[in-house]
């Protein structure tokens, strides 16, 4: 006969059923009942090869696939005993490698942890696979590579990222959560291989002898997103000063690439600010050092840096620089940071630098391990500021790469702490920097990689940017207004949408001027309709209007960690019309975003239920349905205020002007 136990414990009911050894198929289930702050839940064990499924009311939200655990070189197959440890339940089953593996699960009201370990197998591989038909939509991770499509949902196309990485230059968090309000928080602080296709989910962490992780199972996606914050942490506050959230940052780096010099940067801040779309900082990208990590400038191109400074502050404008982390092996720098141990070592060969390839050639990094190389770096940043009058700076590229060995135990999430605190001292003047993996707590803005100057590409920064809001980092942009990539410019419709859009977001970030640019592909100047530049004007003047608005969700957001740019289904859990809607959102709780981010002058717009007002058209409409063929001409940005919302009155007067 079996034997079974029962306990309760924190307001958990589990009863585990243990068969004799001849018994077939035994089972373990956990019962979380229903409470104040928690919707409940049951969940069991399959013994006959290990794995779990997760339900509510007999409704599936969670289930592994077939081969659930694996590890290097093994399965973990039938299970030979569950018994408890406290309020945990652990279950330990054989595997095809011969090995013991020992699943425990700790359930809570609104959640349950999830780890799992190989007994007698040092740190590798240790990946669970999920049956994504049972869950609903995914979604989360952040950001995809470079170059590759970002579905929205996740589980709607193909996610291949075998570099899933603290280091990586995406923006990515070990965090994901469906259409079904679970949530899945994989604890790890090294790099993970992530693959959604075909219906199934593997999540992969590596350098580790245990997958540990958190399920979140909630009533709505926004409790799943407020327990991962309380994780991780919220915004401890706001990195951008008011300025930058009221009007663009120019950085040059789409509109001239690396073909710049200082006249070229000064005839284009003057027709920026001669066409109404000047911001609160010129930035210079790429190609102003005399080498990638001199940290001097090229004095052919710049000859006079520090009175391009002061035009730049004459125009009421901030002055900034690009920066990288890494020290190409032709610079002078190198030789100086190499002889003095200020670079991140080879992996096996701690005698020598770590070399790694980038867009811009080879490369060592500095090593934050090392106080003496921050230091040194942040030295070199201070000379800039103090003999030419530069304001601030965009950090780019990345504090770490797996290719190299870390200094002492540090881990690759440790470098991406230390290269936060390291850049934190210093104005990042809108751009902010690509810091992930639970470096929420910094406040940064945070803006989405590089993107195509099309329309593919104004979808896919949009799609990034939400995903990283939607992660906890809610002051996002958009790759620069009208993508960039090293392509030709953006058509003048693409632009203009894209400026539109942008200004219906927490920061603007800009590159291409809509007056004149220069397609670098061709080296042919590109000069735009002339009222293209009215229309980019109207779209940053939209924007502005919205800056008190915006200031009191950027307050929200660093007292609770409420993202500012969110799905449209956080506030309208119910609509399921919004589980796979991506050219619309809320900004805040008052406003509808639903700009144009496609070829043509009409749109349908889903609206929530309520009332909403039409700024374009002073009408109030009813929520609840669609409005098709809804009229915008490449001078209207569809939006609506929410009445009654927080905040409704005065935004719909100010966008009514």
């Known amino acids: 006969m079996p034997r079974r136990l029962a306990y309760a414990a924190a307001g958990l009911i589990l009863t585990a059923s243990v068969a004799a050894p001849a018994a077939a198929e035994p089972l373990s ?254 930035q210079l990208d790429d190609k102003w050092e005399s080498n990638y990590g001199n940290l001097t400038f090229d004095q052919k191109t710049f000859p006079d840096p520090k009175k391009l400074a002061a035009d730049i502050h004459a125009m009421g404008q901030k002055f900034g620089l690009w920066t990288t982390f890494w020290i190409n092996l032709d610079s002078a720098n190198y030789a100086y940071a190499r002889d003095h141990g200020y670079l991140v070592r080879a992996k096996g060969n701690p005698a020598q630098p770590c070399t790694v390839t980038w867009w811009n050639g080879t490369a060592g990094i500095i090593d934050l391990g090392n106080p003496q190389a921050r230091d040194w770096y942040t030295g070199n940043l201070r000379k800039l500021m103090a003999d030419y009058g530069v304001d601030g700076f965009k950090f780019d590229t990345r504090f770490f790469d797996d290719r190299c060995a870390a200094t002492g135990n540090l881990t690759p999430q440790d470098y991406q702490k230390l290269g936060a605190d390291m850049t934190d001292a210093f104005d990042q003047q809108g751009a902010g920097i690509r810091t992930h993996w639970g470096n929420q707590r910094y406040g940064f803005v945070i803006r989405a990689v590089d993107a195509d100057t099309t329309w593919d590409g104004l979808r896919t920064s949009l799609r990034r940017a939400s995903a990283i809001s939607a992660n906890g980092y809610p002051f996002v942009e958009t790759d620069m207004i009208g993508g960039s990539n090293s392509m030709p410019p953006p058509s003048r419709e693409v632009l203009v949408r894209w400026a539109q859009a942008a200004s219906l977001m927490p920061l603007m970030y800009a590159s291409t001027s809509p007056v004149t640019t220069v397609d670098t592909t061709t080296g042919k100047p590109v000069a735009y309709p002339a009222d293209t530049a009215k229309l980019y004007a109207d779209a940053v003047r939209t924007h502005a209007k919205l800056a008190g608005y915006l200031k009191t969700q950027v307050q929200q957001a660093v007292k609770d960690g409420t993202p500012i740019m969110r799905p449209v289904y956080f506030d309208f859990p119910a609509d399921h019309r919004f589980d796979t809607v991506d050219d619309e959102w809320l900004l805040g709780p008052a406003l509808l975003a639903a700009p144009m981010i496609t070829a043509g002058s009409t749109r349908d717009i889903a609206l929530p239920s309520g009332l909403w007002f039409d700024p374009h058209t002073k009408r109030v409409e009813l929520g609840g349905r669609t409005l098709h063929d809804y009229a915008a001409p490449l001078d209207t940005t569809p939006m609506f205020v929410r009445i009654g919302a927080p905040g409704w009155a005065g935004l719909a007067s100010t966008l009514s002007r």
């Open 29 to 282: 289930s956990i019962s979380v009942p229903r409470g104040p702050d928690s919707p409940g839940y049951q969940l069991r064990i399959d013994t006959a090869r290990l794995g779990i499924s997760l339900s509510r009311g007999g409704e599936q939200l969670l289930r592994t696939a077939s081969d659930a655990f694996t590890f290097d070189g093994g399965v973990a197959t039938r299970v030979r005993s569950i018994s408890r440890e406290g309020t945990t339940v652990v279950a330990r089953a054989d595997s095809t490698a011969g090995r013991t593996v020992a699943l425990r699960i700790t359930p809570r009201p609104d959640r349950f942890e999830l780890k799992w370990t190989v007994d007698g197998l040092a740190a590798g591989q240790r990946a669970t696979h999920f049956d994504l038909t049972s869950s609903g939509h995914w979604y989360g991770g952040g950001e995809t590579s470079e170059g590759k499509t970002q579905p929205y949902p996740l589980s709607a196309g193909t996610v291949d990222e075998p570099e899933f990485s603290p280091a990586s230059y995406m923006m990515q968090e070990p965090y994901f959560f469906t259409s079904k309000s679970v949530g899945l928080f994989v604890r790890t602080a090294q790099p993970m291989k992530v693959t959604l296709a075909g219906g199934r989910g593997d999540l992969t962490v590596t350098n580790s002898a245990e997958y540990s992780s958190t399920v979140f199972v909630e009533s709505s996606r926004r409790a799943v997103y407020d327990d991962y914050v309380g994780e991780v942490g919220k915004p401890a506050k706001s990195d951008a000063s008011a300025a930058e959230y009221a009007s663009p940052l120019w950085n040059s780096w789409a509109q001239y690439y690396r073909d710049i010099d200082q006249d070229k940067v000064l005839s284009w801040a003057r027709d920026l600010k001669a066409a109404g779309v000047a911001g609160h900082t010129v």
